[in-house]
């Protein structure tokens, strides 16, 4: 079953990144069913039947997108960087709330190593050290991937 | 814990969450790059599917007693449904305005 877990792990990441990288629409459809066929055998493996067939039914209606006529690219949206950003905060709000009322956020972390003595070393690798120890990585993960996401939008304009 | 916990360390939440982090962080990079009206569509559903995805690792491994993390996902996916759907009508593209 662990197989079934580290499949679906690929099959979602190489399916995400072709959805957004590849460069022909038609592949990234593909790649779009790839993710969510990831998905729903991620789902399989957390015992939850119902949710792995509405993925499935997901990724047959995705299909249909592949009978759509490609677009060319169209204006741009001046309110995105607004959502994005509003996006970013509910996750954040979210996710530290779900977290922090869950069993994985009650765990005592008051022996951290922001206890301990940090003179005459590195701040920024105690800093990463900190992150890494306490479990707080993919949050910082995020914060750098949407950092990495507004300085790529800067430039192209 | 330095080194790879995840990697070393039996399968828990914290790998789904990772991976529902991954698709989020693709997803909204996504949205806030693209100009193609098929694929902002996509970015947003990928952005649905790590919701999905941590819904159901949260309902397993916090609350198997309960169904709500479950339901949440199942709805989620229905919603997901409509909007392509809706999509692949046309209708939203008009709608926005955009790609013609």
């Known amino acids: ?15 995400a990144l072709g959805t957004i990288f ?16 990831g998905g729903c055998s ?3 493996y957390l015992h939850a039947p119902l949710v792995s067939l509405s993925i499935l039914l997901w990724a047959l209606c995705a299909f249909l997108l592949l009978r759509r006529p490609a677009l060319p690219d169209g204006s741009d949206i001046p309110e995105r960087r607004y959502w994005g950003g509003l996006m970013s905060f509910l996750f954040f709000i979210v996710s530290y709330r779900v977290l922090i009322g869950s069993t994985w956020g009650q765990i005592d972390r008051s022996a951290s190593y922001l206890l301990q003595d940090f003179s005459g070393r590195s ?11 306490n479990q707080f990585w993919p949050l910082a993960l995020l914060v ?8 790529r939008k800067e430039q192209k304009e | 814990m330095i080194g790879f916990p995840l990697i070393q360390s039996p399968l828990g939440l914290p790998h789904f969450l990772l991976l529902g982090l991954f698709l989020f962080s693709l997803g909204l990079y996504g949205l806030l790059t693209t100009r193609n009206s098929l694929r902002f569509l996509m970015a947003f559903q990928l952005l ?22 479950q339901a949440m996902a199942v709805l989620s ?3 997901a449904i409509a ?3 809706f999509f692949a009508r046309g209708n939203i593209a008009d709608f926005l305005g955009r790609g013609e």
């Open chain 1, 144 to 151: 750098a991937a949407t950092l990495f996401g507004f300085l």
């Open chain 1, 42 to 44: 991620a789902a399989i």
């Open chain 2, 48 to 69: 649905l599917l790590a919701a999905v995805l941590c819904f159901t690792a949260f309902s397993d491994f916090l609350g198997p007693a309960t169904f709500n993390g």
């Open chain 1, 22 to 37: 590849f460069p022909r629409i038609k592949g990234a459809v593909l790649f779009f069913v790839l993710a969510l066929l």
């Open chain 1, 1 to 15: 079953m662990v197989f079934l877990f580290w499949l679906s792990a690929l099959c979602l990441g190489a399916g």
């Open chain 2, 83 to 85: 909007f392509l759907l």
């Open chain 1, 123 to 133: 701040f920024f690798l105690e800093a990463l050290r900190t992150l890494w120890g």
């Open chain 2, 77 to 79: 996916c229905l919603g």
